[in-house]
């Protein structure tokens, strides 16, 4: 019988493990895709000794010789980012660390890389998935945004497309007719549109301490808080300003630091440890980085729309550390480099294992 091409071979924890114990834990390398959040990696990972792998196209490894303290150790040219050569990673002792592209280029893909990767794979299926996502938040008790039948669109509400990355694409619409002309027969979701002020908490949740903020078998630490720049929305004042025509858009262009009201920490911290404990109970646990992206309405009531379930792009803004991880170490620490030192201090204690898969 043919082998049906569509059917990918999840690769199971115990083959990675198997992999692992393979390893010279003395000579681990951290690899990654050349993009998105690699230069934060590669620079983190350099801080904390570790050598590092920078998957990367002829082209692009230009940009990053240019940053010479961002740059990886070694670099693997290929042809076409979606095509991650695990074996030759697995031959390097390198642990892939995912990041938003690596999981856009890879697709389906990703569930069967013959490599270590950081946290748990699995987060990163339910993460992809709206509709697992929704669950995921629910599980956590985090308040969410109604999500409503096109036939019954009685609000303004956000349109999504399926899998659009960084709001391309989405529209506002106060009614189903409004709707059907833009999205007649598309794959969408349609969001209740959220009110009041974008804050999206950066977190690393570590199963091998628990000094600090409990949660899970571990601790939960709070590395920083990003907002967004979103064209054309963020300018919209602008464009008012200038009387023209105007049509909002959310196509994420950047990102910018924010410290939030000291108060409001206790709920980002909650939140954090109930999607982390949820996470245990769902799929087996979110070992490393996650973000959730949340809005804060005029009454302090914070409601999540999503979750990424590993580095996020928020986090570039501080590679020398955050107005948070001044309290936390007393060094500069950036997300890439608390992965880099989570890896080093998992591989002393030999769990490796508790944070990768
Ligand atoms: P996402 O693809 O879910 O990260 O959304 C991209 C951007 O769209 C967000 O950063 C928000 O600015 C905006 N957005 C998404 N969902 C909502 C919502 N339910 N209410 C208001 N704005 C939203």
Redesign the pocket.
Known sequence: MRKNPLILMKISREKIGELLSSYDKKKLKIATLCSHTALQIFHGARAEGIKTIGITTESRKKVYEAFPLGAPDEFIVVDDLRNIPSEELADENAILVPHGSLVEYSGDKLSELKVPMLGNRQSLEWEKDRVKMFEWMTAAGLQV?ATIDPDKIDRPC?V?LAG????RG?RVVNSPDEFYEHFEGMNVTV????IGV?VYPHYFYSPLSKEGYRASEGKLELIGVDR?F?SN?DEAYRTEKAGLAFTPS?T?VGNELLVVRESLLEDIFRMGKNVTEAADRLFGGIPGPFCL?T?VDENLQFFA??ISARIVAGTNIYPHGSPYTAYLYDEPMSMGRRIAREIKLAAKANKLQKIIY
């Open positions: 945004p956000v999504k659009a990355k960084g709001g989405y969001q209740e549109y959220l974008r967004r979103e929305i959310f994420v992206e809005i729309f999503e």
